[in-house]
């Protein structure tokens, strides 16, 4: 047990919690996608069929042919394909969420002014409370950079 003098803790917003929990959820399903795709190739690896690189649209159909003939891999390439079609849909679903989510924002739309940040990213630092804090660090690690590039140069 834990005695001492109370120290207050500093809770997020409501809004701010409920877009962690957007992103979190986007994250699983976006884990998840990945590790059924992965454990197929795995599954038809093992048995000496290779899926080699394929773009997402194509992932199905070169799935499909290399099970062709064999009636025990179409059945659990069959399911494992339905659950891929099931996830890309619902991340698809949150993927629109989080993009209208930072269309919503006045913050994350600043953010997403400059180069090289998205929708992701502006959320995730917009619900997080984080922009001022963020562009300290943007210039702190410039700086560092800078100076690394200097101390080289001179050396």
Request: with cysteine; glycine share 8%; charged share 25%.
């Amino acid at each position: 047990m834990r005695l001492g003098p109370f120290r207050p803790a500093h809770c997020k917003s409501m809004a701010a919690q409920e877009t962690r929990a957007l992103l979190t959820a986007r994250k699983l399903v976006q884990a998840k996608l990945h590790d059924i795709e992965m454990s197929l190739r795995g599954i038809l690896r093992g048995l000496g069929l290779k899926v080699r690189p394929t773009t997402p649209v194509r992932f199905e159909g070169r799935i499909r042919e290399l099970v062709a003939g064999h009636p025990s891999l179409e059945v659990i390439a069959k399911g494992l394909l339905a659950a891929r079609v099931a996830l890309q849909h619902e991340f698809d679903r949150f993927e629109k969420q989080v993009r209208a989510t930072a269309r919503c924002d006045t913050r994350a739309r600043l953010l997403m002014s400059i180069p090289g940040v998205g929708a992701i990213v502006s959320v995730t630092f917009a619900a997080a409370g984080a922009i001022a804090e963020w562009g300290y660090l943007v210039m702190e690690g410039f700086a560092y950079v800078e100076d690394c590039y200097i101390a080289c140069k001179i050396a």
